[in-house]
């Protein structure tokens, strides 16, 4: 997909359906893209993370088809239609276009959710979620194609479960190496609240946050640096988090008790910076959970803005328009602000009060504008409901 479209209600997109296809959708699902407020890079070394889902995300249409085939068709492509068998091998193993690369997604759910006894649909995809801006607009579409397909051959599987099975569509079907938290924020949020998400034991719960309440605004600056996890910078960071929680003998990064010791045993200085990030972001995502059950979402700033540095100096994932996006926030009065998702492109979070929004959208675009680079895009971050069928 490659951004939102001028109508994505669920009467639009159910229209649009029964043009492309010559007869109605059985239904409309909706699955919401997400931001995860702190707790990057943590949850594929069996960490915690603190996600929320956003009011933009990714609507299917669908109707249940029983000749074992799904056909795909994006309202971002123009309506290209992409057909394939339910059942088969790997879709990262066929080698299909790039062109069609948008379409793995749901069919990798289709493949996997077989296994579970759901068959062929047809599909159309629509969103207003902008691609590449770190908001797990993929997450989004294979959990509102797995709903779907659920409700469409009446299979019944719990959340957390689902969750897991489109991790492992996007893990084995698309080839990314992603870890939970993008399906389990998808599925599991719930308005006003953030999810604690402990990735070792899948285990969640819901944490009050309603910024607005307390005179703040969370923003989302699309920093239209594209993101993308299939290169290698993402999965390189992966292999390095597990080559040192090898040679430091845990399970995961998660594991390590005794920071200062670890980084003294290990020799090699780009392991040290990983191992020291992912410890202390586990960390501030616990201290962030304490300030927001004690109702202290205004302390939140110094913590972001750990986070950033930790993401952009140990880590080593940020890039220039998100440093410059946080820092001309800041500058602006902000009290805080971090690059979101897996890094190299994406989206940042600014936490400001609300009187002084203007202010650092205004500060940011300026910045950007003096380097000549185009200008972000911004969505109001407000906590909202997760995957659910909208008609």
Do not use: K
């Amino acid at each position: 997909m490659t951004g939102a479209v001028a109508d994505t209600t669920p009467g639009a997109l159910a229209a649009a359906f029964s043009a492309a296809y010559g007869r109605p959708p059985d239904g409309v699902w909706h699955a919401p893209g997400r931001v995860n407020l702190i707790g990057e890079h943590t949850d594929y070394n069996d960490g915690l993370v603190l996600p929320f889902a956003l009011s933009h995300g990714v609507s299917v249409a669908a109707a249940r088809r029983d000749d074992g085939v799904v056909e795909v068709r994006s309202a971002q492509t123009g309506g290209t239609l992409v057909t394939a068998p339910v059942t088969g091998g790997t879709v990262v193993a066929e080698g299909w276009p790039p062109e069609h690369a948008w379409a793995t997604y749901p069919v990798g759910v289709a493949r996997v959710l077989s296994e579970r006894g759901t068959g062929g649909a047809s599909l159309l995809i629509d969103s207003d979620l902008p691609q590449g801006a770190g908001l797990s607009s993929s997450a989004a579409l294979e959990c509102a194609t797995a709903l779907a397909l659920c409700d469409l051959h009446g299979i019944e599987i719990e959340r957390a479960e689902l969750a897991l099975l489109a991790q492992r569509a996007e893990n084995e079907q698309v080839g990314v190496p992603c870890g939970l938290m993008d399906q389990s924020a998808s599925l599991l949020c719930t308005s006003g609240h953030a999810l604690m998400l402990d990735c070792r034991s899948g285990l969640s719960s819901p944490v009050p946050f309603a910024p607005a309440d307390a005179g703040l605004t969370l923003l989302v600056a699309d920093t239209r640096a594209s993101h993308t996890l299939t290169g290698g910078g993402y999965g390189r960071r992966r292999a390095e988090c597990e080559e040192a929680a090898s040679q430091l003998g845990v399970a995961a990064l998660r594991d390590v008790q005794d920071l200062a010791g670890a980084l003294g045993s290990l020799r090699d200085p780009v392991l040290r910076r990983r191992v020291q990030h992912v410890v202390t972001e586990n960390h501030r995502v616990e201290a962030t959970v304490g300030l927001l059950r004690a109702g202290a979402v205004t302390e939140l700033g110094a913590l972001l803005n750990a986070s950033h540095l930790s993401l952009r100096d140990q880590f080593q994932v940020s890039w220039p328009e998100a440093d410059a996006a946080v820092d001309a926030a800041l500058r602006a009065g902000a009290r805080g602000g971090r690059m979101v998702g897996g890094g190299f492109g994406g989206s940042v979070i600014v936490l400001t009060a609300t009187d002084r929004a203007a202010r650092v959208r205004e500060a940011i675009t300026s910045s950007y504008e003096r380097r000549g680079w185009p200008p972000p895009r911004f969505l109001d971050a407000i906590p909202s409901a997760g995957a659910h069928r909208v008609n």
